[in-house]
């Protein structure tokens, strides 16, 4: 083991991680990065087909983004933001306001994606509260869905590996069953899908909608629990309902947001919006942590009135609003407007499906490959007919991920589901190696 990789474990403990693991596999020690790549300290490249956990969009030490940051550093690195403000905040919100979807009109500050969430779920419960709804204090959340990590994120999310343990001190929420469209259970296929599983969340809704303040749910794809794609109709339906019931609707955007789906927002597919949005990973381009919940004046009027009213949003981070991330996030902005981002993902993320369909389509593990946008996932099954997962305690997608890793790609796949979701800046040759790193790790370890 390196002396640094030794220093390493001496004193950190991991995010996400069994650190016993480190004992034989101790962490790659990344010196720089470049575009796709990342290098370690002996000089190693390593493809970053995971965009850095999500939330790199144009390449690492990007010129542009450096840039824009190195100018920032020089007049303000942070500030309070609670009765202070400063410009790149104020451009910044003006900015993301005009691709965020119509009537969305206020902006506050978070610094994670799990804050985002948190904030959004706090706002919805006041903001009822405060409009007469006392009896709405509970949250309708999607099984498999993920919103962070934090104790009320964890709450909705609906993934038991993460939260199964916390399961005492969590609050209760209400599951609904999400759309499963791969095994599906009214064995309806994508084609002939009239969003069947609807159903349950619609008698839910109208069993429960005095008690419940919002609807979570991740736009178009819930990425932690394998990349799971389902159809707009589902939310557009959701949308027209949560309306009825004067329920909030809340999209957690902050891993399909920023053209990862291949529109701007995962309910752009829907041209839908929602009661409060949150964004986060992409936002800065996977500089810095920065996220923003984004809403309407209808939920902000809730809350403005004389103080002694005590209507206040009394919800505040040491980070908020960060001059450096908001400059970060204003320039991100800029890449996709002046570079015409969304237009050449069309073409990008086409080749891509085509690429991995190819190649890995017919092979015997291979149960589903899913893809839309800067995402293509591949799903593998233990038997190709009944769909049979393989057990998540075998490891499969973990012992690719370490072969794949020694032959310099990071694929980290989710349970038995391989994924790419590189950074924007990919070149279709870039592409191919990588898919092909990815398909002879699957080959090594099947033979
Ligand atoms: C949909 C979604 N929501 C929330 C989060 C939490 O964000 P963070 O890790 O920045 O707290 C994540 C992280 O992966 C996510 O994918």
């Known amino acids: 083991m390196d002396p640094l990789q030794k220093k390493d474990l001496e004193n950190i403990w991991h995010p996400c991680s069994q650190m016993k693991d480190y004992e034989n596999f101790p962490p790659i020690i990344i010196d720089k990065g470049?575009?796709?790549?990342?290098?370690?300290?002996?000089?190693?490249?390593?493809?970053?087909?995971?965009?850095?956990?999500?939330?790199?969009?144009f390449g690492h030490n990007n010129k542009r983004i450096n840039n824009a940051l190195k100018k920032q550093v020089d007049s303000l690195e942070h500030v309070i933001f609670s009765n202070f403000s400063h410009k790149p905040a104020i451009e910044l919100s003006e900015k993301i306001l005009e691709v965020s979807p119509k009537g969305l009109s206020k902006i506050f500050f978070g610094d994670n994606g799990s804050s985002a969430v948190e904030i959004s779920l706090k706002l919805s419960f006041q903001y009822h509260k405060q409009i007469g709804f006392k009896n709405k204090t509970k949250f309708i959340s999607l099984k498999d869905g993920y919103h962070g990590e934090t104790i009320g994120a964890l709450s909705v999310s609906k993934t038991p590996l993460y939260s199964e343990i916390y399961n005492e001190i969590l609050i209760q929420t209400i599951e609904v069953n999400s759309p499963n469209c791969f095994r599906c259970p009214y064995l309806k296929t994508r084609e002939t899908c009239n969003t069947e599983c609807f159903l349950e969340m619609e008698k839910t809704i109208?069993?429960?909608?005095?008690?419940?303040?919002?609807?979570?749910?991740?736009?178009?794809?819930?990425?932690?629990?394998?990349?799971?794609?389902?159809?707009?109709?589902?939310?557009i339906k959701l949308r027209e309902l949560t309306k009825l019931y004067n329920i909030n609707l809340i999209a957690d955007e902050i891993a399909v947001g920023f053209g990862r789906t291949g529109k701007f927002f995962g309910v752009d597919h829907a041209n839908i919006t929602p009661d409060i949005m949150c964004v986060s990973k992409g936002l800065t381009g996977g500089y810095l942590p920065l996220s923003l919940v984004i809403t309407t004046n209808e939920i902000y009027n809730a809350f403005y009135d004389d103080y002694e009213k005590l209507k206040s949003f009394l919800h505040s981070h040491s980070y908020s609003g960060n001059p450096l991330a908001c400059s970060v996030a204003i320039e991100t902005?800029?890449?996709?407007?002046?570079?015409?981002?969304?237009?050449?993902?069309?073409?990008?993320s086409k080749y891509l499906k085509n690429s991995v369909e190819n190649l890995f389509k017919d092979l015997d593990y291979v149960g589903e490959i899913r893809s839309m946008g800067m995402i293509c996932a591949i799903e593998l099954v233990k038997d190709k007919k009944s769909k049979e997962p393989f057990d998540f305690k075998?490891?499969?997608?973990?012992?690719?991920?370490?072969?794949?890793?020694?032959?310099?790609?990071?694929?980290?796949?989710?349970?038995?589901?391989?994924?790419?979701?590189?950074?924007?800046?990919?070149?279709?040759?870039?592409?191919?190696?990588?898919?092909?790193?990815?398909?002879?790790?699957?080959?090594?370890f099947f033979k």
Request: proline share 4%; net charge neutral.
């Open 394 to 444: 075998d490891r499969i997608g973990y012992k690719i991920y370490k072969i794949a890793l020694e032959n310099s790609l990071i694929l980290r796949p989710l349970g038995n589901v391989l994924y790419f979701m590189p950074p924007y800046i990919i070149t279709n040759q870039q592409i191919d190696e990588m898919i092909n790193i990815a398909l002879f790790s699957y080959k090594k």
């Open 333 to 348: 902005l800029n890449i996709f407007k002046e570079e015409n981002t969304l237009d050449k993902l069309k073409h990008k």
């Open 206 to 235: 109208k069993e429960n909608h005095q008690d419940i303040t919002a609807v979570i749910i991740e736009p178009m794809v819930q990425c932690a629990s394998g990349m799971k794609m389902y159809p707009k109709e589902y939310l």
């Open 34 to 57: 470049e575009g796709i790549y990342l290098y370690d300290i002996h000089g190693k490249h390593y493809i970053d087909a995971i965009s850095s956990w999500w939330v790199n969009l």
